[in-house]
């Protein structure tokens, strides 16, 4: 499966940001997807995981309550809603996938074996 980020830009502290990773080549609907983020100087860190059916979602405790990630089966594309942003969530997002992904590794880069290219999110204060 190959993955397409998109979506980042400049916003200001306190604006909403969409980013999109489309996937082509399979169906995504029985892949693991995540988000993870990596800010210059800093290891990638995840961000926010679907698995399955949106009833499985997870989020790091610094995005909770802020980002949503979801899922359009029909343009298979996964989505990640950021709301109320901060300067710290600057960053190149990506995307990730991968059929296999153990409960244990969602939150793990280890976990994904699809990388899309990255979008860059940067959140002026």
């Known amino acids: 499966v190959q993955l397409q980020a998109s979506g980042g830009g400049l916003v200001q502290a306190g604006d909403s940001l969409r980013l999109s990773c489309a996937a082509s080549?399979?169906?995504?609907?029985?892949?693991?997807v995540a988000w993870f983020r990596q800010a210059p100087g800093k290891e990638r860190e995840f961000v926010a995981a679907?698995?399955?059916?949106?009833?499985?979602?997870y989020y790091a405790d610094s995005v909770k309550g802020r980002f949503t990630i979801s899922r359009d089966s029909a343009k298979n594309t996964v989505y990640l809603q950021m709301n109320s942003l901060k300067p710290e969530d600057t960053a190149v997002y990506y995307c990730?996938?991968?059929?296999?992904?153990?409960?244990?590794?969602?939150?793990?880069?280890?976990?994904?074996?699809?990388w899309g290219q990255g979008t860059e999110v940067t959140v002026s204060s």
């Open positions: 080549g399979r169906t995504f609907t029985n892949y693991v």
């Open positions: 990730a996938a991968d059929m296999s992904t153990i409960l244990s590794n969602v939150r793990n880069v280890r976990g994904y074996n699809y």
């Open positions: 679907l698995r399955r059916s949106q009833s499985y979602t």
